[in-house]
C-alpha cells in the first residue's frame, strides 16, 4: 500500500454537549457514565469511535459500494423466511472471495476494504483462527474538564405500560445539563506498518472526528458540538502525552455553566510543554469553534496565533 503514515501524531479533541447524555451505560439505567469522586462525565472511547465509523459510513461512502466498508457495524442474513443479525465470524467470511483463500489474503481483503480495520484494529475472527490487529489510532477514556452533575428529567410516555391501564407510563431520562468533553488520541506510525493504514485514512479519521461528532443528530446525542481538534506531528517516535490534563478551565462556577460563554480555558501549561518540545514538533494543525475563548497566563489570546509561534 502506499502513502503509509510514516509520523507519529498526538491528538486533542474537545466537544460541548449540552443537556443531552453524550453516553449512557446500560447497567445503570442508561445514566451518563460518570465518575462519582471528581463530578466529571466520562465517555467512551468506543463511543467516539463509532462516533467516526457512522459518519464515514453514512457520509463518506464507506458502506459496501465499490470496495469502501465498515468491517465492526450490524449486518443482517435471511435463512428461509426469517432474518438474523450476522456474528463476527459471518461479517469476516462476507470479505472472503473463495473457500481456499488463505488466511493472509483474506486478512489483506478486509485491510483493504475496510478503513476501520486499518485505522481502529480489531479482533478478525476467521475460519479456523483469528487475527488480533492493534490498531495506530488509539483514544484514552474522554472526560469532561469540567465538572458536573447528572439531572434527571420525568415525562409521560405515549403508551401504558400494560393493557388495562387508565394512563401513559412514566420515563425517567438522565442527562448533562452541560459539559466540555476531552479526549487524548495517539496515530502510532509502527502499529499503521501493519495495518496499512495510510495519509488519506487520516485526513478521514481527522474530518470524521469533527464532521461525525457535529452529525451525531439523535435524541439523546442533540446538542453535541465541536469545539477544538489539535493534531501534532512529530519528528520522530515520540508524544508529550496527557494534553488534556493540562488544559484548565476559568470560570467562576463550573457546576452553573451552560455554553462557551459562562469560561475560558486557559492553555498556558499546554502552550509551555509544547514550546519546550517544539523541536520534536514537525507540524500543528488546529480546528477551532470561534466561540471558544482562550487564556494564557491570564491575557485573552487567538490560540492559531499562539501556535503559529511554536512552528
Known amino acids: 500500500m502506499e502513502n503509509i503514515i510514516q509520523k507519529r501524531t498526538e491528538l486533542l479533541f474537545l466537544y460541548e454537549i449540552e443537556n443531552a447524555n453524550p453516553n449512557g451505560d446500560p447497567l445503570n439505567e442508561n445514566r451518563p457514565r460518570f ?10 472511547d468506543v463511543r467516539l469511535k463509532r462516533t467516526i465509523r457512522d459518519y464515514w459510513f453514512e457520509y463518506k461512502g464507506f458502506n459496501g459500494s465499490e470496495d469502501k466498508d465498515i468491517f465492526i457495524r450490524e449486518t443482517k442474513y435471511t435463512d428461509g423466511d426469517k432474518e438474523y443479525i450476522a456474528s463476527g465470524k459471518r461479517r469476516a467470511a462476507d470479505f472472503k472471495k473463495d473457500k481456499d483463500v488463505s488466511k493472509e489474503e483474506h486478512t489483506k481483503n478486509i485491510l483493504e476494504r475496510c478503513i476501520d480495520i486499518r485505522v481502529f484494529g480489531g479482533v478478525l475472527p476467521l475460519d479456523k483462527d483469528s487475527i488480533t490487529l492493534t490498531g495506530p489510532t488509539q483514544f484514552q477514556m474522554g472526560k469532561s474538564i469540567n465538572r458536573t452533575e447528572v439531572i434527571e428529567e420525568q415525562g409521560t410516555g405515549a403508551f401504558a405500560s400494560s393493557d388495562k391501564k387508565g394512563q401513559a407510563a412514566f420515563r425517567i431520562e438522565y442527562k448533562l445539563p452541560y459539559a466540555i468533553i476531552g479526549f487524548n488520541g495517539i496515530i502510532n506510525e509502527k502499529a499503521a506498518t501493519y495495518s496499512g493504514m495510510k495519509e488519506a485514512d487520516k485526513t478521514l479519521l481527522l474530518e470524521g472526528i469533527w464532521q461525525g461528532t457535529k ?12 469545539l477544538l481538534l489539535l493534531s501534532i506531528d512529530y519528528k520522530e517516535p515520540f508524544y508529550i502525552g496527557n494534553l488534556r490534563q493540562r488544559l484548565k478551565l476559568d470560570c467562576s462556577n463550573e457546576l452553573k455553566i451552560r455554553s462557551t460563554e459562562d469560561y475560558k480555558i486557559d492553555v498556558t501549561q499546554l502552550l509551555d510543554t509544547l514550546s519546550a518540545n517544539k523541536e520534536k514538533i514537525d507540524a500543528i494543525t488546529v480546528k477551532v469553534d470561534d466561540r471558544l475563548q482562550f487564556i494564557y497566563e491570564g491575557k485573552a489570546i487567538n490560540l492559531k496565533s499562539k501556535l503559529n509561534e511554536i512552528t
Open 215 to 226: 452529525n451525531l443528530i439523535s435524541r439523546s446525542k442533540f446538542g453535541q458540538m465541536p
Open 35 to 44: 465518575d462519582a469522586e471528581d463530578s466529571r462525565a466520562i465517555v467512551s
